[in-house]
């Protein structure tokens, strides 16, 4: 694997791969000393045109666990705010010997531009595009939910798990890499959307799509439902155009303790963050024992140390 650029471009093998690296770093974390040298001397640098939060520190927290070089380069308040170029940036990096870029970028398609164009030798961990792909968070689920879910996971998929992914299908990376994702392991993928936030050419993904939760929740016997954020800042008039208030959107599509109950017992509720308490999901149903959100951020940074070694440490054994 030379770059993760997103999840369609993951074989089964190669995704398990990943999972199960993820969950001998997990097991490091649980060491006094969390710390391991296996990529000292590497340098990964954290290039982010977008905010973030979580991604940035899982990823910076990753990198420095394997003992790599972390610089962190935010585009604001940088030369790409007096119109430096993606390239011209690339050719800084290059010059600077980074081993790994970690690339958040509001242009779908920028990460790919950066591995492909020539501009820098290093690998290129894509850390979301615009509304495409966010393939390290779908590994975070997919690793979330096979923990949970999966009896004895090392070495297995997600195969015949139905999981449930809620809300802002048509803006949403981490729903397109889920997706991919979720079938290449072998679970089935329940989309339950708005008719206004479900992306067009939908009859062509391997979804089923639903237009109301609770017809999501009576037609299928879901393992895992994963809630997504309205993403205002994405829509034309902030939400305004695509549904007619926030009390019918949660009234449809939100999760509450009524809808929860109603799940199979085992299910568990997942979230990418940031939450939008009381729109796609009530506080007691984010706050609930069934709830594992707290869990995937911290798996995010065993996934992530994961992908590092996979790309920076070849196929040496871990230390």
Same mark, same amino acid.
């Given at each position: 694997?030379?770059?993760?650029?997103?999840?369609?471009?993951?074989?089964?093998?190669?995704?398990?791969?990943?999972?199960?690296?993820?969950?001998?770093?997990?097991?490091?974390?649980?060491?006094?000393?969390?710390? +391991?040298?296996?990529?000292?001397?590497?340098?990964?640098?954290?290039?982010? =045109?977008?905010?973030?939060?979580?991604?940035?520190?899982?990823?910076e927290?990753?990198?420095?666990?394997?003992?790599? *070089?972390?610089?962190?380069?935010?585009?604001?308040?940088?030369?790409?705010?007096?119109?430096?170029?993606l390239?011209?940036? %690339?050719?800084?990096?290059?010059?600077?010997?980074?081993d790994?870029?970690?690339?958040? @970028?509001?242009a779908?398609?920028?990460?790919?531009?950066?591995?492909?164009?020539g501009?820098?030798?290093?690998?290129?961990?894509?850390?979301?595009?615009g509304t495409?792909? @966010?393939?390290?968070?779908? +590994?975070? *689920?997919?690793?979330?939910?096979?923990?949970? +879910?999966?009896?004895?996971?090392?070495?297995?998929?997600? *195969?015949?798990?139905?999981?449930? $992914?809620?809300?802002?299908?048509?803006?949403?990376?981490v729903?397109?890499?889920?997706?991919?994702?979720?079938t290449?392991?072998?679970?089935?993928?329940?989309?339950?959307?708005?008719?206004?936030?479900?992306?067009?050419? $939908?009859?062509?993904?391997?979804?089923?799509?639903h237009?109301?939760?609770?017809?999501a929740?009576?037609?299928?016997? /879901?393992?895992?439902?994963?809630?997504?954020?309205?993403q205002?800042?994405?829509?034309?008039?902030?939400?305004?155009? =695509?549904?007619p208030?926030?009390?019918?959107?949660?009234?449809? =599509?939100?999760? *509450?303790?009524?809808?929860?109950?109603? /799940?199979?017992?085992?299910?568990?509720?997942?979230?990418?963050?940031?939450?939008?308490?009381? +729109?796609?999901?009530?506080?007691?149903?984010?706050?609930?024992p069934r709830s594992v959100?707290?869990?995937?951020? %911290?798996?995010?940074?065993?996934?992530?140390?994961a992908?590092l070694?996979?790309?920076?440490?070849g196929?040496?054994?871990?230390?």
């Amino acid at each position: 694997m030379r770059h993760l650029l997103g999840t369609p471009q993951l074989s089964r093998d190669e995704a398990i791969q990943i999972l199960d690296t993820a969950a001998q770093m997990a097991a490091t974390q649980e060491r006094e000393i969390r710390k +391991l040298p296996t990529l000292r001397g590497k340098t990964v640098v954290n290039l982010f =045109f977008e905010d973030s939060t979580r991604t940035r520190i899982s990823f910076e927290a990753a990198a420095k666990r394997l003992s790599a *070089d972390v610089i962190n380069f935010a585009a604001k308040g940088s030369s790409v705010s007096k119109g430096e170029s993606l390239k011209d940036t %690339a050719l800084t990096l290059q010059a600077m010997g980074a081993d790994a870029v970690v690339i958040r @970028h509001w242009a779908s398609g920028a990460a790919q531009q950066l591995a492909e164009a020539g501009w820098m030798h290093g690998h290129v961990v894509n850390a979301g595009d615009g509304t495409h792909q @966010h393939p390290t968070q779908a +590994l975070l *689920d997919a690793f979330t939910a096979r923990r949970h +879910l999966v009896a004895d996971p090392d070495g297995k998929g997600l *195969d015949g798990l139905k999981v449930g $992914i809620v809300g802002d299908i048509l803006h949403s990376r981490v729903a397109r890499s889920n997706v991919s994702l979720l079938t290449t392991l072998g679970a089935e993928v329940v989309f339950v959307a708005p008719p206004t936030l479900v992306p067009v050419g $939908i009859e062509g993904w391997p979804v089923t799509v639903h237009h109301a939760l609770d017809e999501a929740i009576e037609a299928h016997e /879901l393992d895992a439902l994963m809630m997504l954020r309205v993403q205002r800042e994405r829509m034309t008039g902030g939400g305004s155009a =695509f549904f007619p208030s926030p009390e019918e959107y949660t009234r449809l =599509f939100g999760l *509450d303790a009524d809808r929860m109950g109603r /799940l199979p017992e085992h299910a568990i509720i997942m979230h990418p963050g940031p939450m939008n308490r009381g +729109l796609e999901i009530s506080a007691e149903a984010a706050d609930s024992p069934r709830s594992v959100i707290v869990e995937q951020v %911290a798996n995010g940074v065993a996934v992530r140390m994961a992908v590092l070694y996979l790309l920076l440490a070849g196929e040496e054994s871990a230390e």
